[in-house]
């Protein structure tokens, strides 16, 4: 596995290696081994979710207030996203920094953002399978969103023309 790091400490792109031939292709999406091993600690996952959204839904920004903040590692096996991580820890070097990358059921790439940041994507194929293991169960009581288009942040959405399509929730989500 390739690991990148990014601009936001502890956000990192994972690559699998990809075994292909004529017939296809095969690739380990999960080995906790090699998981925790890059990210330097053992992670516990206690959920799968998964999503299907078309062209132009952008979903986020989402977080988890403590005490019930999920870490998330997030891929794509269907399509193409923009998938976006901010960085809203308190006294941390990058707050308020978000970091983008594209992720895809051709680049096979993952996305894991650590506990603490906020988390979004913007659909950019026809439609995408979104899949993500989380270390919390979501808890209503904790759920929290920012505002997609906001200008402290200024996070440059690769719409390309298109309409962001939102949620009523997102659409109405509080600036950063």
Same mark, same amino acid.
Request: hydrophobic share 40%.
């Given at each position: 596995?390739?690991?990148?790091?990014?601009?936001?400490?502890?956000?990192?792109?994972?690559?699998?290696?990809?075994?292909?031939?004529?017939?296809?292709?095969?690739?380990?999406?999960?080995?906790?081994?090699?998981?925790?091993?890059?990210?330097?600690?053992?992670?516990?996952?206690?959920?799968?979710?998964?999503?299907?959204?078309?062209?132009?839904?952008?979903?986020?920004?989402?977080?988890?207030?403590?005490?019930?903040?999920? &870490?998330?590692? !997030?891929? *794509?096996?269907?399509?193409?996203?923009?998938?976006?991580?901010?960085? %809203?820890? #308190? @006294?941390? +070097?990058?707050? &308020?920094?978000? !970091?983008? *990358?594209?992720?895809?059921?051709?680049?096979?790439?993952?996305?894991? %953002?650590? #506990? @603490?940041? +906020?988390?979004?994507?913007?659909?950019?194929?026809?439609?995408?399978?979104?899949?993500?293991?989380?270390?919390?169960?979501?808890? #209503?009581?904790?759920?929290?969103?920012?505002?997609?288009?906001?200008?402290?942040?200024?996070?440059?959405?690769?719409?390309?023309?298109?309409?962001?399509?939102?949620?009523?929730?997102?659409?109405?989500?509080?600036?950063?």
């Amino acid at each position: 596995m390739k690991v990148t790091t990014t601009a936001i400490e502890g956000v990192l792109i994972l690559e699998p290696k990809v075994f292909g031939d004529e017939r296809g292709f095969f690739l380990e999406s999960f080995n906790q081994k090699a998981f925790d091993d890059a990210v330097g600690r053992h992670i516990d996952f206690v959920q799968d979710n998964q999503s299907r959204s078309a062209r132009g839904v952008l979903r986020g920004l989402h977080f988890q207030k403590p005490p019930h903040e999920q &870490g998330k590692l !997030v891929r *794509v096996t269907h399509g193409s996203v923009f998938d976006v991580a901010v960085d %809203i820890r #308190p @006294g941390s +070097a990058t707050y &308020g920094r978000w !970091v983008g *990358v594209e992720l895809s059921a051709s680049n096979h790439r993952q996305l894991w %953002i650590p #506990p @603490g940041l +906020a988390h979004g994507f913007l659909v950019t194929s026809d439609s995408a399978d979104f899949l993500y293991k989380t270390t919390g169960y979501y808890a #209503p009581s904790s759920e929290g969103a920012i505002r997609w288009n906001d200008p402290t942040l200024g996070i440059d959405w690769p719409l390309d023309g298109v309409d962001a399509v939102l949620s009523p929730k997102d659409a109405v989500a509080p600036l950063f």
